[in-house]
C-alpha cells in the first residue's frame, strides 16, 4: 500500500510560482512512475507531468511545458512540480499519482494509476 500526501497549494496571482510536494509512504517509492494531475472545476481530471521511476524520463501537457518541471527526490520518497508563470487557468485541485506503468503510458492519461493522493488546491487570480 503507498499512500500519496500532497503540500504546497495556495492563492497566488498570476505571474506567480509554487512548488508542489507529494509525500509519498511506504518503501517501494521508487518502483513507481510519479505524476501530477489536476481537475478544475466543472472539467474532467487532466494530465500535467510525469517522471520515471529513475528521473531521467518526464512528459508534460502542452499546456504547461515550459513553465512547470517536475522532479523526484528518491531517497526522500517525495515527488515536485515546480510551477511558474502561473495563469488563472491553472486554478485546480493538483493530485499526485503512483502507478508501475511507464511515463508514457501515464502522458495518455490516468488509466493504470494505482495510488491517488487527496489532492491540494491552487488558486490563480488574474
Known amino acids: 500500500q503507498v499512500q500519496l500526501v500532497e503540500s504546497g497549494g495556495g492563492l497566488v496571482q498570476a505571474g506567480d510560482s509554487l512548488r508542489l510536494s507529494c509525500a509519498s509512504s511506504g518503501r517501494t517509492f521508487t518502483y513507481y512512475t510519479m505524476g501530477w494531475f489536476r481537475q478544475a472545476p466543472g472539467k474532467e481530471r487532466e494530465f500535467v507531468a510525469t517522471?520515471?521511476?529513475?528521473?531521467?524520463?518526464?512528459y508534460y501537457a502542452d499546456s504547461v511545458k515550459g513553465r512547470f518541471t517536475i522532479s523526484r527526490d528518491n531517497a526522500k520518497n517525495t515527488v515536485f512540480l515546480q510551477m511558474n508563470s502561473l495563469k488563472p487557468e491553472d486554478t485546480a485541485v493538483y493530485y499526485c499519482?503512483?502507478?508501475?506503468?511507464?511515463?508514457?503510458?501515464?502522458?495518455?492519461?490516468?488509466?493504470?494509476?494505482?495510488?491517488w493522493g487527496k489532492g491540494t488546491l491552487v488558486t490563480v487570480s488574474s
Open positions: 517522471i520515471s521511476w529513475s528521473g531521467s524520463t518526464t
Open positions: 499519482a503512483a502507478s508501475r506503468t511507464t511515463a508514457q503510458t501515464m502522458s495518455k492519461g490516468s488509466g493504470g494509476i494505482e495510488y
